[in-house]
């Protein structure tokens, strides 16, 4: 059997063609998957850089109230210690002099109280502040993991780049589903968060 050269030239430009067709199609899946993610990653970081501002702010707000706090119990404290010395002190005494006394034991008695209703705000807003924190703590964490699995995902997309193997084109789309959704629940303020996993990597 003869071997016709001019055919077989043809048949391996063939070949050639296809096979560039399939990786030209490959590296423009991942070229396309790769700037849609990194967009994505870019909002999600905007958002997720406020989350921390915000964060931070409460962080702030929490210490502030609990030293108006603390603040307040000292004051508590010293209005009550010197209303005890007053009662004592005005023991056996009358007339003028008891009435005297009797004017500064409700001045601290009045002291006492408000400091102790204000110090019962403060804890109050204190809390607030540590349930804001908590809230804010629980988004800034669907959107760590949303940049962790993103990264994970453009990884494989960069060797399926080198490789030109559409499998591990598949396989990067399950950490980039799971980071697209871990984006999307970190922007709409949805409860998606995998606790086992977020205190794994905690």
Known sequence: ???????????????????????ARLNAAVAISVAILA???????????????????????KLDHWSYY?????????AEATL????????????????AYDTEIARYAALAADQAKKKLEVKAQAEQDQK?????NFRD????????????????????ALTQLWWLYWLAWVPMGFGVLMGVAGLGGLGIHPDALVKLLS
Not at 132 to 136: G, I, P, R, T
Not at 143 to 160: E, K, P, Y
């Open 84 to 99: 005890t010395q007053l009662r004592l002190a005005r023991a056996g005494r009358s007339g003028a002099e008891a009435a």
């Open 39 to 61: 967009t994505f990653m870019g909002i999600c970081k905007v958002k997720d850089d406020n989350i921390v501002q915000a964060m931070q702010q409460a962080q702030a707000d």
């Open 132 to 136: 804001a924190y908590d809230a804010l």
């Open 141 to 160: 964490d669907q959107f760590d993991l949303s940049d962790a699995l993103l990264a994970i995902a453009i990884a494989l997309l960069a060797v399926t």
């Open 70 to 78: 603390q603040a307040r119990n000292v004051r508590q404290e010293v």
């Open 1 to 23: 059997m003869d071997v016709d050269p001019v055919q077989t030239v043809e048949s391996l430009r063939e070949e050639a063609s296809a096979t560039t067709q399939r990786h």
